[in-house]
């Protein structure tokens, strides 16, 4: 592992890796990174990696920060392979039953072709090199087939090896290559006369391969927009072209196993005197018992996967953790919010499986198609490297040590909190907010509930204050304009509920006000107030006002916990003669919007999205055309945007060769 920056770890950043390192060193196997926003959490972290120099697993709670921590890390390890590894689904509805209407929903996905090849990307090379950084999301516990079928099915090519090149198609297509001859694309090969192109998924460019009349004479790499040769080589090993692939003799021996299990089950229901769903269970699976034997494939194929890979009943799913050797580093990062989420998501997939099965839609293998639950999850893990700003107790507890970082190089301390009487609160908050618009500051105004966002901000704007409501019926791209609003001072404020929390970066804002503060519960608890509170962490003028009635236990918490870390800064900041500075920042403007375009309509539509109520071919095809751009640079969030407003308008997106 080689870091590569142009700047220096701060005295905190070093002193928080050097103790980390240290730990590691001496067998510690689960450790907390405790870092303030701002602090260069990431940064810390990346010089562990360097020096522990092992494989490293990063899980995210979400897709759009798991891209920024790749594209972060990525920077730092520019000769080293980081890789990208998410849910490849852009639209997901997954197979279910709801008993009490009798409505049967189909499975349906659009997979983004761009993810899948970085999924494949991330798998390879954990199987052809070490340096190696995955940044995943929670879709790392999920099933994706045994590394040792996926690397078994290897396709070897060497010079001068003899074999012909039919034998090298048959062999490509039994891996799930296709091959086309127009479309040449990744995951596809086409022939011509004794010279083969093939694509991976999951390389950069594709490879030819050239025949005499016994044996391979040349490979080589060439770029595929000009053509022009990159590398000469003498082995080429190709990787199959999706995860679940199976030789023919696991097929079989799968059919079998699949025809046995359906006689038990047609049996158990004709038993239970339930003759609806052992006729139903006997047609589906008889169905995708041809596909398999005719095609090697059935739509749900993956349902399957316990009879192809010979896992018994209940033993955990293959996932990516399986391809990471074993002393590898995990990276848990928002552990207060990705560790929760790694607990629930084997008991919300098995409850709708298990309508699916007691129903006759899928046979009870279907269970053993699964995320891992959270204990297989944590046992196959060796060292554990927990990130937040507010690790949770379980965190805490079970990693015994927990490394500081508190210390903000740019100076900035936590904001000073006050807590003031709920009933005076909205003709309080007025009079603060006249006093920041005289600064040219904002404010954030956290609400319990909708209807309180709602009236509050009515109250607001009659007394003359620029303000909006947030929550969550209000559409994501209104959202995204909101927020720009208020950062360039369109808004004086935004009164919300719940959607201001981890991953909004909102310098200008010097005023988070909190109503209930003392109604105890998962909104109010000493995290969330914490987090909350961070968001006006960028600010050198910011402060917290907490309207409640009484001080709970977490606002005590809360309150401590931010006057010790304001301390300590203001400590460092006097020592080291540092004057904090309110954080500069451009407002976010996705390159989707901002990028010329030669049309006129997208000119217009780059303005102001909503004003456009027609399905206007022209509107749709610049929507289509930035949906395609956000998605090939990761820009998720900008790509659901954009898919919602395609659809809003009437527009038709292909997912998986379907127009919906």
């Known amino acids: 592992m080689k870091l590569k920056s142009p700047f220096k770890l701060s005295p905190a950043q070093s002193a928080a890796s050097e103790k980390l390192l240290e730990e590691l ?17 990431t940064f810390t972290l990346a010089r562990v990696i360097e020096k522990w120099n092992r494989p490293v697993l990063v899980i995210s709670h979400n897709k759009t920060l798991a891209a920024q921590l790749y594209t972060e890390l990525k920077t730092f390890f520019p000769e080293n392979a980081v890789c990208y590894f998410v849910s490849y689904y852009d639209y997901y509805q997954p197979e279910a039953y709801i008993p009490q209407s009798d409505t049967y929903i189909a499975k349906d996905a659009s997979i983004n072709e761009q993810i899948d090849r970085l999924r494949l990307q991330a798998t390879a090379s954990l199987l052809s090199r070490k340096d190696v950084i995955i940044v995943a999301t929670v879709s790392c516990i999920y099933g994706i087939g045994s590394p040792d079928d ?5 396709v070897k090519l060497a010079v001068g090896e003899k074999t012909s090149p039919f034998d090298a198609c048959k062999n490509l297509a039994s891996i799930r290559y296709e091959r086309n001859s127009i479309d040449f694309s990744p995951g596809k090969f086409r022939l011509n006369g004794n010279t083969l192109d093939v694509f991976p998924p999951y390389a950069d460019n594709p490879y030819r391969i050239e025949w ?27 990787y199959p072209a999706k995860y679940f692939v199976t030789t023919e003799n696991r097929r079989q021996k799968a059919v079998a196993a699949i025809r046995k299990e359906l006689k038990e089950r047609i049996k158990y229901f004709n038993e239970h ?23 090697g494939y059935c739509h749900g194929i993956e349902n399957y996967s316990r009879h192809f890979s ?20 995990t990276i848990i990062d928002e552990s207060h919010v990705t560790v929760p989420q790694l607990r629930g998501m084997w008991a919300g997939d098995n409850s709708r499986k298990m309508s699916l099965v007691d129903f006759g839609f899928r046979l009870p293998s279907a269970l053993d198609n699964r995320p891992l639950k959270f204990n297989e999850f944590y046992s196959i893990l060796d060292s554990v490297i927990f990130s937040s700003a507010t690790p949770a107790d379980y965190e805490i507890r079970e990693s015994g040590i927990v490394v500081e970082q508190l210390i903000r190089p740019t100076g900035l301390v936590d904001p000073q909190v006050f807590v003031r009487p709920m009933k005076n609160a909205p003709a309080d908050i007025f009079k603060e907010i006249l006093n920041l618009k005289k600064r040219g500051e904002r404010a954030l105004i ?9 009236d509050l901000s009515s109250y607001f704007i009659s007394k003359g204050i620029k303000t909006h409501y947030l929550h969550s019926d209000i ?6 304009s909101i927020l720009n609003d208020l950062r360039k001072g369109n808004i004086d404020c935004i009164v919300g509920v719940n959607l ?14 909190i109503l209930d503060t003392d109604k105890e519960g998962f909104l109010r608890s000493r995290t969330s107030l914490i987090q909350i509170s961070g968001r006006a962490a960028r600010n050198v003028s910011s402060r917290i006002i907490f309207y409640a009635e009484s001080v709970t236990g977490s606002m005590k918490e809360a309150m401590k916990e931010m006057a010790r870390r304001r301390c300590l800064q203001i400590a460092y900041n006097k020592k080291h003669r540092i004057t904090p500075r309110s954080i500069v920042k451009d407002i976010f403007v996705s390159a989707s919007f901002i990028k010329k375009s030669k049309s006129e309509t997208y000119e217009l539509l780059k303005d102001n999205l909503d004003r456009f109520s027609s399905s206007s071919p022209q509107v749709i095809k610049a929507l289509k055309k930035d949906l395609k751009e956000a998605s090939d640079n990761l820009d998720f969030e900008m790509a659901i945007i954009l898919r919602d407003k395609i659809l809003s308008l009437g527009g038709k997106l292909e997912y998986a060769g379907k127009k919906c």
Do not use: H
Request: with cysteine; hydrophobic share 40%.
């Open 25 to 41: 060193k001496n067998g510690a196997k689960r450790l907390t990174l405790m870092g303030v926003t701002g602090s260069g959490k």
């Open 150 to 154: 996926w690397s078994g099915m290897l």
């Open 212 to 238: 005499n009349e016994t044996s391979i004479v040349s490979i080589r790499e060439f770029d595929k927009t000009s053509f022009e040769k990159r590398a000469e080589l003498s082995l080429l090993s190709i």
């Open 273 to 295: 005197a339930k003759p609806l769903e052992a006729e139903r269970i006997k047609q589906r699976t008889e169905f995708d018992i041809e596909m398999l034997i005719e095609t």
């Open 310 to 329: 010979g896992r018994r009943p209940g033993e955990p799913p293959c996932c990516l953790i399986n391809y990471f050797p074993k002393d590898f580093l």
């Open 446 to 454: 956290i609400t319990l509930t909708k209807r309180m966002a709602e």
């Open 475 to 480: 559409a994501t791209l209104e959202r995204v």
């Open 500 to 513: 201001l929390r981890e991953g909004i970066d909102l310098p200008e804002v010097s005023l988070v006000a």
